[in-house]
């Protein structure tokens, strides 16, 4: 059973930081963050693959970074220059399987609450 443990959400203030940490119970060949806000669909952040490509979403880019640490199968999003449109509820996905034109993510952290206050 694999497992995903999310930790490092929590409040800040408009233009600060925060890092979010994803540690799997085993290796994953991608991983990615996506975020969701209430009632709206869950959308993706960032992602990265075993071999380090990564892909931002527009909203994004420039101010987080994704990285992972592959001997430790933990995957981090430092979250630089935060807005208010950041605020959200932040889900670590994590894949084996490419099914031919995206990967499969079908293991899922538990959420992380995201903030950003004025």
């Known amino acids: 059973q694999v497992q995903l443990v999310e930790s490092g959400g929590g409040l800040v203030q408009v233009g600060g930081s925060l890092r979010l940490s994803c540690a799997a119970s085993?290796?994953?060949?991608?991983m990615a963050w996506y975020r969701q806000v209430l009632g709206k669909q869950r959308e993706l952040v960032a992602s990265?693959?075993?071999?380090?490509?990564?892909i931002y979403a527009d909203s994004v880019r420039g101010r987080f970074t994704i990285s992972r640490d592959s001997a430790k199968n933990t995957m981090y999003l430092q979250m630089n220059s935060l807005k208010l449109e950041d605020t959200a509820v932040y889900y670590c996905g994590a894949s084996r399987f490419w099914d031919g034109s995206r990967w499969d993510y079908r293991y899922w952290g538990q959420g992380s609450q995201v903030t950003v206050s004025s």
């Open positions: 990265i693959t075993s071999g380090g490509n990564t």
């Open positions: 085993g290796s994953m060949n991608a």
